[in-house]
């Protein structure tokens, strides 16, 4: 199948591949000509594991790209637009480039097609696509527009593709029906599985297609988004309540996510969730629905629950090392999760503001972000490092800010012996705090009780700042 992929940010980027991969003949379109420049010679802009491979194996076959809409979508039987939906100033997407897009399309339709809605959007908005393109001249019996939301995790995104736990389409006619059933094929009769040369992943069988209304299939990506999101919030409340008493956080939640109910996903305390869905998906949510005349209080207290993490750990990290002015600080992670190189929203990037506005000096390292964390803190002076140990070297304290596996895997020891004062708060709970206290360092995590190893005997003390 010829299918057309607009915009080749995170999302696009990956489907295009991936629809590659399925075997069809994709076309990316990206007017940004530095990013296509990119893409032409085989770079892949943006740090996706298992991207590279599917771009080695597919670009300049099955896989093209141009910044010429109308070329892009000529001979194509699908149209996804995967373009972004960022925060407006009053909390709603803004759907600007969405409607861009609409009267593009709308403009050069010669052959039917199925004009899919991929972008995280709030429902109604394929409503909006279908007027904005007969306003724009477009003959009905030459479109249906269709959803088709994603359920992509960045550092995943490929796999999350391949195998995923569903697929959600709403359409609203039989064309549409078909053919993103067709689009799909290859994962739900499990063909793509029998391949010898298929991206290995986990798969419990071929996945389910989920038909639904076009209105309900936008619905079921935001209220996704905000459940796990307010998942995310629960679990640091109770992580507050945890460390107040004295218990075990990595004990509650595994209580907790045991019931089949619940599961333990997303069950895991941290600095807050950040990232380019999650915040801007729960603003827009609430956004929508109070429009609606609905009760939005919940997912207004996941975002102040949220926040107030940040809040919570720069505190913990003025009370493990007293004063902020003067402190070298040595922070792993910028980056808003592992796996990805995206800086968006990311709470790491607040933390590190807010540090060194209260007078830190910050050093950092991040295996993937740190070019992007570049442009976007412009307004601060801070350090990077291209090794984790050597941000280490001289720190009054390390911060882990990202749960890289990287970070995971270091060795506690050496990170003693590197740090001005051995001390390590842990916004991500990557270790166990008994080796953390058996290597020498004292540890703040979240949800569990501070972790002190022996203090040297007085005549071994060391000024901070000596």
């Known amino acids: 199948m010829k299918i057309a992929v607009v915009g080749a940010g995170y999302v696009g980027l990956v489907s295009a591949a991936c629809f590659a991969e399925l075997g069809h003949e994709v076309v990316a ?25 599917l771009f080695l194996r597919h670009a300049g076959i099955r896989l093209t790209f141009t910044s010429d809409i109308s070329d892009g979508i000529r001979n194509a039987e699908a149209v996804f637009i995967t373009v972004g939906t960022p925060p407006a100033p009053n909390g709603d997407a803004d759907l600007s480039f969405v409607e861009a897009v609409a009267r593009e399309i ?42 088709n939301p994603e359920f992509l995790r960045e550092g995943t995104a490929v796999s999350d593709f391949l195998y995923p736990d569903r697929i959600v389409v709403g359409v609203d006619d039989e064309y549409s029906r078909s053919v993103l059933a067709a689009v799909y094929s290859p994962l739900t009769n499990g063909s793509y599985y029998r391949r010898d040369d298929a991206i290995p992943g986990y798969s419990a069988g071929a996945p389910r297609i989920l038909f639904t209304s076009v209105k309900s299939a936008e619905l079921i990506k935001h209220a996704s988004n905000a459940f796990l999101a307010m998942k995310i919030s629960f679990i640091n409340t109770v992580a507050a309540v945890s460390e107040a008493v004295g218990a075990d956080i990595r004990q509650v939640c595994e209580g907790v996510g045991a019931d089949s109910r619940i599961g333990n996903r997303f069950l895991n305390p941290g600095i807050g969730y950040g990232g380019s869905c999650f915040p801007k998906d729960v603003l827009a949510f609430r956004s929508i629905a109070t429009q609606l005349g609905c009760d939005a209080e919940l997912l207004t207290a996941t975002m102040n629950v949220n926040q107030r993490q940040r809040d919570r750990f720069v505190e913990k990290v003025r009370h493990a090392v007293w004063n902020l002015r003067g402190k070298r600080l040595a922070v792993l992670g910028l980056a808003f999760k592992g796996g990805t190189d995206d800086t968006r929203e990311s709470p790491a990037i607040e933390i590190v503001r ?50 890289w596996q990287l970070f995971s895997e270091l060795d506690l020891r050496r990170l003693a012996q590197l740090l001005r004062c051995p001390m390590l708060i842990d916004g991500r709970n990557l270790f166990d705090p008994s080796e953390v206290k058996e290597a020498g ?17 007085s005549e071994e003390l060391v000024p901070w700042h000596q």
Do not use: W
């Open 29 to 53: 379109i990206e007017n940004d000509l530095e990013k296509l420049a990119q893409l032409h010679s085989g770079c892949v802009p943006i740090h996706e594991n298992l991207l590279s491979e």
């Open 106 to 147: 709308a403009c050069d339709l010669q052959s039917r097609k199925v004009v899919v809605e991929k972008s995280t959007v709030p429902v109604r908005t394929c409503e909006a696509v279908r007027r904005t393109m007969l306003l724009a001249g477009a003959d009905r019996r030459l479109f249906s527009v269709a959803s």
């Open 354 to 403: 807010r540090l060194v506005k209260e007078g830190a000096q910050i050093v950092a390292y991040d295996p993937a972000a740190v070019e992007r964390a570049k442009r976007e803190l412009t307004d601060i002076e801070i350090e990077y490092s291209d090794d984790p140990y050597e941000a280490c070297r001289g720190a009054d304290a390390l911060l882990v800010l990202t749960e």
């Open 441 to 457: 360092l004292h540890y703040h995590s979240i949800g569990r009780r501070e972790s002190e190893a022996p203090l040297p005997e």
